[in-house]
């Protein structure tokens, strides 16, 4: 008859609690989403248009005033040209 060592009833404790360990932790912030996987759209491109210039005050209101040649620039950008816009 053999009587299990204290060793091998040790290395158990240790990979149990190691195990345990890994289920309580909670999940750190490598497991997020990062940003830079986040790749922009044609559309999220071509809101930059809305913003620059910007807005010309009239006598009657704002005026949204657009750049073409900026448009036209964003069109250009990878995120619009795989779209085939």
Known sequence: MSVPS???HRATLVTVALAG??????PTT???DPPD???PTCSS???RAQVWPGLVPTPE???RHV??????YLLRQPECTATGN
């Open 67 to 72: 750049s073409d040649g900026f448009v036209s």
């Open 21 to 26: 360990g890994l289920v309580v932790l909670p």
């Open 30 to 32: 490598a497991s997020a």
């Open 6 to 8: 204290r060793r091998n």
């Open 37 to 39: 996987l986040d790749l």
């Open 61 to 63: 209101g704002q005026y």
């Open 45 to 47: 491109t071509l809101a």
